[in-house]
C-alpha cells in the first residue's frame, strides 16, 4: 500500500510540474505568505501617505487569506482527479486493492494536509494576531475541509479540465461570507451562514475575543463543513467512472 501511495505521490508531483496553471497555483499560497509577513511594513507605508489605519484590518486580513491556499490546494487536487479520470486511471485504481475509496481518501487528505500545515505557517509565522491555542488545531480542520471540498466539487461536477477551468472560478463564492462577517456590522450577516467559511470567520473573530461563542462557531462549523463534504463525496462515488 506504502509503494502505491509513493507511486501516485511520485505522479502527482510530475503532472503538477508539467501544468504551468497549476505551478502558478502552488506558487500561490507562498506570494500569501510574503505578504501576510510584510503586512506590518504596508501598515506603516499606508499610514504615513494615506494616514489610514490598516492595522484594524489585521484580522480580516488574515482569516480571509488563509481560505485562499485552501482553494488553491484544492484546485490542484481536482484538476490532477481530473486529468486521471480523463486517462481512466480511476477505472484502473478503481480495480486495484487500493480501490477508488483508497485513492479518495489519499487524494483528499493531501489538500487537507497542506492547507492546514499552511494555515499554521500563516498564523504563528507572521504574528499577525493571536488565536487562542486551544482553538488553532479545530480551526485549522475546518480550513482543511475547505481544501477537501474544493477538491470534490470539481471531481464531482466537471467532465474535464476544460469544465474544471470554468468551476474553479465558482469556488471563490465560497469565501464571500468571510468579507461579509468581518465588514459588514449587521445582523443581515447571517443570510451567509449557509457557507461553511461563514463559521470559519466567526471562530476566527471569537477566538481573538476569547469568547466563549467560539465553540458554538466550531461545532456548528465542523457539522456543516462535513453535511457539505458528504454531498460532493456521494456526487463523486455515483459517477460512473
Known amino acids: 500500500m ?17 501544468d504551468s496553471t497549476l505551478v502558478m497555483a ?3 499560497p507562498i506570494a500569501i505568505l510574503l505578504l501576510l509577513y510584510l503586512f506590518p511594513l504596508l501598515e506603516v507605508l499606508i499610514l504615513e501617505r494615506f494616514d489610514f489605519d490598516l492595522s484594524q484590518y489585521r484580522l480580516f486580513a488574515l482569516g480571509f487569506l488563509s481560505l485562499i491556499p485552501s482553494m ?30 483508497g485513492y479518495l481518501t489519499y487524494k483528499l487528505q493531501m489538500p487537507m494536509l497542506f492547507s492546514a500545515g499552511f494555515f499554521l505557517l500563516l498564523l504563528h509565522g507572521t ?23 474544493g477538491a470534490l466539487f470539481l471531481v464531482s461536477y466537471a467532465d474535464n479540465k476544460v469544465e474544471g477551468l470554468a468551476f474553479s472560478k465558482l469556488l471563490g463564492i465560497m469565501y464571500l461570507a468571510v468579507p461579509v ?61
Do not use: C, Q, Y
Not at 6 to 11: I, K, N, S, V
Open 26 to 28: 502552488v506558487f500561490g
Open 181 to 241: 462577517v468581518f465588514l459588514w456590522h449587521s445582523p443581515w450577516h447571517w443570510i451567509t451562514a449557509w457557507m461553511p467559511s461563514f463559521w470559519i470567520a466567526k471562530a476566527f473573530i471569537h477566538s481573538n475575543e476569547n469568547s466563549s461563542l467560539v465553540w458554538m462557531d466550531i461545532g456548528l462549523g465542523l457539522v456543516l463543513h462535513f453535511a457539505v463534504l458528504t454531498f460532493f463525496l456521494r456526487a463523486f462515488l455515483k459517477r460512473p467512472k
Open 72 to 101: 488553491l490546494f484544492g484546485m490542484i487536487f481536482g484538476f490532477l482527479m481530473l486529468d486521471e479520470r480523463d486517462e481512466d486511471i480511476i477505472s484502473f485504481i478503481s480495480i486495484t486493492p487500493l480501490k477508488k475509496t
Open 127 to 149: 504574528g499577525l494576531v493571536e488565536l487562542h491555542l486551544i482553538h488553532t488545531p479545530f480551526i485549522a480542520v475546518m480550513v482543511a475541509l475547505e481544501a477537501a471540498i
Open 2 to 18: 506504502k509503494k502505491v501511495i509513493a507511486t501516485l505521490a511520485r505522479g502527482d508531483l510530475k503532472n503538477i510540474l508539467r
